[in-house]
């Protein structure tokens, strides 16, 4: 059996479950710290916090939860997963902690309401920093569990290094030739994991290769070519012999579409409410600056390849004939660089605190754009590669993945393939998360042009 296994597996189950602990204590404290204030000023009744009440649901939610926990450990590594199975994990937990209540009569409903808001906001906030830890105390790959990597390409190899939260060391073992071939590797290895990139042998040996991995103490993980669909929107239909992977997009889906157009709704209005002070301070320093016009207006593709208008704060000097229009660079999604003698020095602050983007605001409330899409594209830079007609089956966002990847710095093939991914994998979590990315990515001037 393999040396780390248990290290791997036990230890990062025993945090977990720990750190789920730590979020139930903590929303529970919070949430009677919540009614007591409600209580001196609305006159709300609250209990004392060690009734037996409150101890029987802090019992509940711990036991809930650790169940829950252990079940979410092979998600640790999963990014939005990790968080989205937080929410489920919260909800699924209080769910049974009424239910009790219920059953024994017990009077819980302010402190679960409560807790129904605080205790996913401190499951989420305790594991993206359990995560942040692994990821730290992962760094010295040399410390970890081998993964070998069968037939695996070099793209996946680097990913995989790369990724501190993986939790393994991988070994690329390109040229193994059957199931019999793996299984000794595995034991020579001392392998805890093996990750296959390619079909070896048909469906029954492949099962013998799992069965057998499992009495050596080894994981075995497949490379999936469907690796950027959502795994929400992977269905299995069984045949006779095979189950066929039946896919589709999320953000394609007309609900999906009456969901996300009505979150612009709702949280539009008050994001250009927040930020108006901001919007017409920039207006008065590029009118202060000499500039006659302090909106820039350009050609943008939108949803369905429509072009339409999108509206920027001007950040460019409007002599020598370029009339502040941005410039078109193939190599780099940046308009004109940061440098450049065309971008006044009112424009660089705006850029750098992404003033200059907040008309958009009102574009998103008007139905143009969206809160978090594509990149909105010059029409020069479309063709009718599919992977660019793709990324137009939604509106162009004010954010996305382009935004917190990168900005300015972002190579044009490669934000296409997060525009792509974006498409595909939506959901309406994403956008919450890629949103409040986008407030770390702002603050920190990453990418800003």
């Known amino acids: 059996m393999p040396q780390n296994f248990f290290t791997l597996g036990q230890k990062s189950r025993f945090f977990l479950i720990l750190c789920d602990f730590a979020s139930v204590i903590c929303s529970l404290l919070l949430s009677y710290l919540i009614l007591s204030a409600l209580s001196t000023s609305v006159g709300l009744t609250v209990g004392n916090l060690f009734s037996k009440s409150e101890l029987i649901i802090a019992a509940i939610s711990l036991v809930a939860s650790a169940l829950k926990a252990g079940q979410s450990v092979s998600q640790l590594i ?9 929410l489920r994990t919260s909800t699924q937990t209080l769910m049974v902690a009424a239910i009790v209540a219920y059953a024994l009569s017990i009077e819980a409903r302010p402190l679960l309401l409560t807790m129904l808001v605080v205790f996913p906001l401190t499951l989420i906030g305790g594991r993206w920093t359990l995560r942040q830890i692994l990821r730290w105390l992962n760094r010295h790959q040399e410390n970890l569990p081998v993964a070998l990597l069968i037939g695996a390409h070099s793209d996946l ?47 029954r040996e492949f099962r013998d290769l799992v069965w057998q991995a499992e009495e050596l103490g080894c994981k075995v993980m497949v490379s999936s070519p469907i ?24 953000s394609l889906r007309l609900s999906s579409r009456f969901v996300k157009r009505t ?44 072009n339409f208008e999108m ?23 940046t308009e004109p660089k940061a440098n450049s003698d065309l971008v006044t020095p009112v424009g660089k602050f705006l850029r750098r605190w ?3 983007e907040l008309p958009q605001l009102f574009q998103v409330i008007s139905g143009t754009m969206s809160l978090v899409g594509p990149r909105p594209r010059l029409p020069g830079e479309h063709n009718d590669s599919l992977i660019l007609m793709r990324r137009l089956k ?21 934000a296409a393939e997060l525009d792509v991914r974006y498409v595909d994998s939506w959901s309406m979590f994403s956008d919450v998360v890629i949103i409040l990315r986008t407030l770390k990515t702002v603050i920190t001037g990453r990418g800003a042009r």
């Open 354 to 356: 992404s003033i200059d």
């Open 263 to 306: 979150f612009d709704l709702l949280v539009a209005p008050l994001l250009a409410l927040v930020t108006a002070p901001f919007l017409v301070l920039g207006m008065a320093f590029i009118f202060l600056s000499g500039e006659r016009s302090v909106f820039y207006k350009g050609a943008r593709v939108g949803a369905k390849g429509r």
């Open 157 to 203: 190899e680097l990913n995989l290094k790369r990724d501190g939260s993986i939790g393994y060391r991988p070994i690329s073992i390109p040229n193994a030739r059957d199931i019999a071939e793996v299984t000794k590797t595995i034991v020579s290895c001392g392998a805890s994991a093996v990750v296959l990139d390619r079909q070896l042998g048909n469906s």
């Open 394 to 414: 939604v509106k162009p966002g004010l954010t996305g993945l382009w935004q917190i990847s990168g900005r300015g710095d972002m190579p044009l093939n490669e």
């Open 227 to 250: 690796g950027l669909m959502a795994p929400n929107d992977i269905a299995v239909l069984p045949t006779a012999s095979h189950d066929l992977l039946v896919l589709s997009s999320a």
């Open 311 to 333: 509206y920027k704060l001007r950040t460019m000097k409007t002599e020598s004939g370029h009339n502040g229009s941005f410039v078109a660079i193939s190599e780099s999604l």
């Open 78 to 86: 999963a990014g939005l997963q990790l968080y989205s199975s937080a």
